[in-house]
């Protein structure tokens, strides 16, 4: 419940403290006084936009802070899932800068607005003096069905369900245009994929390819100088190893005068045996040597490929290539996987939407069992606010497909007058009997929903000082269940609360400023009678105020 309300620098406020303490607080005051003020601040306070235009000084930074008491409500899974400390009294503060700038703090904790204002919805409903065109709107008429249907659970369940199916088909809507767009370029990448799958690239190829070529066109001259080489080392009558076993044998004789002789004498014995081997080796690769011009064709065949590839392509070396054939086979295999998602996201859609049916029916179920509860509440409320001959009813009808609120469409239908013909409200209702309908559903909502407090804004517009205090009995009656707070005109309300708020202004030396006071009894006799006299207040006009505050 809301236990005060501190409002500073705000419109024509310079300071306000307000308490409530009582489960039905009503708040007078003459029209321009400031009440209006006070419900924007408290608005400011559960999340509103701020404007600069709302600063009282423009100098000075405005603060609205109102202080709740969360002891009686399930609130901690909202503060884990906002990762916030859970405490029984929760204090919502909004600060404006003089530069526009606005900051929202949870018991002095910076939070968004958007946390400030998700919270404020568990905390109070505000009823404003407009709020009758909620009645036309299909999210309140569902609201209201919902909660005496006490199906808001399933109607949770089946908004994260079709929330999941909308999603679904979003992204199916999503694979298949990029399947279209992939058929397309699908047989382009398939015969590139396949040209540079039939060549053999690897590193270092080309350069490789281009020895080979090189080596077979001139394989005669190749052949020639190695066996050139061959038969100078060893092939000849004179050639380099006769000489070097010459040598060997002269330098063998002197091996007996010194061991560095022998040592030499070891050295050339090496590099005739070194020698020797080169020479059968450079023998080898000779015999190795044979033109083949069919060889030399395929190898220039594979050059040309290599090179028309990585001039087609625009790259410099066979690494390019290779990584262009693994992007363009990431391609095919994307396709294959974009129709293997396709089916499995079909499959994933059908049973979301068997599971939305199944949702959906049962709403459907609990729904149609509420209507008549429902129709015949707010029937005897209307009665109970002098509208006996109101007619309220409520329409279920199905559509053909899911949407957001299940198979469901609602029409709130309605008739103030006997033998009147039932229409939607805005068509046949005037200002009095929508504050009234309005207040017959609200009654209806707080009696099953666990809402702590409920602010009505002049609900009493547009009816007369009877039904006023017929209303005034139902606001009291709700109190009993949740706190209530009623800004009213009319003095058989005022009479109905037990904490009585009185907004005024005065104009001080140079500006008005709008103040608020709990009023004591004499206060209120004295307030109620002016009501009722619409101006100073007469002896009998006191004698009906000092009556109505006693009876209630």
Do not use: W
Request: glycine residues 4%; charged residues 25%; hydrophobic residues 40%.
């Amino acid at each position: 419940m809301l236990k005060r309300l501190h409002i500073s620098n705000f419109a024509l406020i310079n300071e306000m403290e307000v308490s409530f303490p009582g489960n039905l607080t009503v708040i007078t005051g003459e029209t321009g006084a400031g009440k209006s003020i006070f419900l924007e601040a408290l608005s400011l306070a559960l999340g509103k936009r701020a404007d600069l235009s709302a600063l009282n000084l423009k100098t000075k930074k405005c603060i609205i802070e109102a202080e709740f008491s969360a002891t009686n409500l399930d609130l901690n899974g909202f503060f884990l899932e906002h990762d916030l400390d859970f405490e029984p009294n929760l204090i919502l503060r909004r600060e404006i800068n003089a530069d526009g700038k606005s900051r929202s703090f949870l018991n002095d904790s910076p939070v968004s607005l958007s946390v400030l204002k998700l919270l404020s919805e568990k905390l109070i409903d505000i009823h404003s003096q407009h709020q009758t065109l909620l009645l036309n709107q299909s999210n309140f008429q569902l609201e209201l069905m919902d909660t005496f249907a006490e199906s808001l659970k399933i109607f949770k369940e089946y908004k994260i369900e079709f929330s999941s199916f909308t999603k679904s088909k979003i992204e199916l809507q999503s694979l298949q245009e990029q399947e279209k767009l992939a058929k397309k370029e699908l047989d382009y990448f398939q015969f590139l994929y396949s040209e540079l799958e039939e060549t053999e690239i690897k590193a270092g190829i080309l350069s490789g390819l281009e020895e080979e070529s090189s080596k077979l066109e001139n394989s005669e001259i190749i052949k020639s100088n190695l066996l050139a080489a061959s038969n100078a080392i060893s092939g000849n009558e004179i050639n380099i190893l006769i000489d070097l076993g010459k040598t060997k044998q002269s330098l063998q004789s002197l091996s007996k005068y010194s061991k560095n002789y022998s040592l030499l004498t070891d050295r050339i014995h090496s590099l005739y045996i070194e020698l020797k081997e080169l020479s059968a080796d450079i023998e080898d690769a000779a015999n190795e040597v044979v033109f083949d011009s069919d060889k030399l064709s395929q190898v220039n065949i594979k050059m040309d490929k290599l090179n028309r590839l990585l001039k087609k392509h625009q790259v410099n070396t066979e690494e390019d290539l290779l990584k262009i054939k693994s992007d363009i086979e990431n391609k095919l295999n994307q396709f294959n996987s974009i129709e293997n998602t396709i089916i499995s996201k079909q499959k994933l859609i059908q049973i979301s939407q068997n599971n939305c049916l199944k949702l959906s029916e049962e709403l459907t179920k609990l729904r149609t069992k509420a209507i008549h509860g429902i129709e015949q509440t707010i029937k005897k409320t209307l009665a109970e606010l002098s509208m006996e001959n109101a007619i309220f009813k409520i329409v279920l009808s199905q559509k053909s497909d899911l949407g957001i609120n299940g198979l469901d469409e609602l029409k709130f239908l309605f008739t103030a007058n006997k033998g009147a013909e039932l229409n939607e409200l805005h068509k046949v209702a005037s200002g009095g009997e929508l504050s009234r309908l309005m207040l017959s559903l609200k009654a209806l909502l707080a009696s099953k929903k666990q809402l702590p407090t409920i602010i009505f804004d002049e609900i009493d517009t547009g009816v007369s000082g009877d039904v006023a205090d017929k209303i005034g009995e139902i606001l009291l009656s709700m109190g009993n269940n949740m706190q209530v707070i009623a800004i009213t005109h009319l003095p058989q309300m005022a009479s109905k609360g037990d904490h009585h708020l009185f907004v005024y202004k005065k104009d001080n030396e140079d500006k008005t400023v709008s103040y608020i006071k709990q009023l004591n009894k004499a206060e209120r006799i004295n307030e109620i009678a002016k009501m009722l006299s619409k101006s100073n207040p007469t002896v009998s006009a006191i004698k009906n105020a000092t009556e109505l505050l006693s009876s209630n």
